[in-house]
């Protein structure tokens, strides 16, 4: 799917997405710190990814994990430093809520800080109970619950 706003572009086509932008935004962010270029691959290879694009320059990022029927979690939603407090990260997650997956599915997430951008789409702050990992097991692979 595509959508197009002026010289802006958002696509859920993973061909075209810019790994090097995604993982080195997400080596910057509270939650993503940890992630290997290997890792950020693999969860763009297992989810819906909606990239976003200033003509053919990535500029943000959002990503549905899904089983397509039941449920999602939302993550790694952002926008570059540059493009933030233009609207932008409003537009993409209009796009993410119009997504045929996100309609049908209970879409979850978790975040930090930007409560009050998810509850103008229409989420609700409720507790999310999660089980901790195998740190000697899978110390590089931490589930994302803050994005």
Not at 11 to 28: C, E, Q, R, Y
Not at 53 to 73: H, N, P
Request: glycine share 6%.
């Amino acid at each position: 799917m595509n959508w197009e706003n002026d010289s802006f572009k958002i696509s859920t086509d993973k061909s075209i997405l810019d790994v090097d932008v995604i993982h080195n935004f997400l080596k910057s962010s509270y939650w993503g710190t940890s992630r290997t270029r290997e890792d950020v691959e693999k969860t763009i290879e297992n989810s819906v990814c909606f990239g976003l694009y200033q003509e053919e320059r990535q500029i943000g990022f959002a990503r549905l994990v899904t089983d397509e029927v039941v449920i999602s979690w939302l993550g790694d939603v952002f926008a570059i430093p540059e493009f933030q407090k233009k609207g932008l990260g409003k537009w993409l997650m209009e796009c993410v809520i119009s997504h045929p997956v996100t309609k049908r599915t209970k879409c979850l997430l978790g975040t930090r800080d930007a409560h009050q951008l998810y509850e103008k789409y229409g989420w609700n702050r409720k507790e999310v109970m999660s089980r901790p990992e195998d740190k000697e097991e899978n110390s590089n692979h931490q589930m994302d619950t803050t994005s």
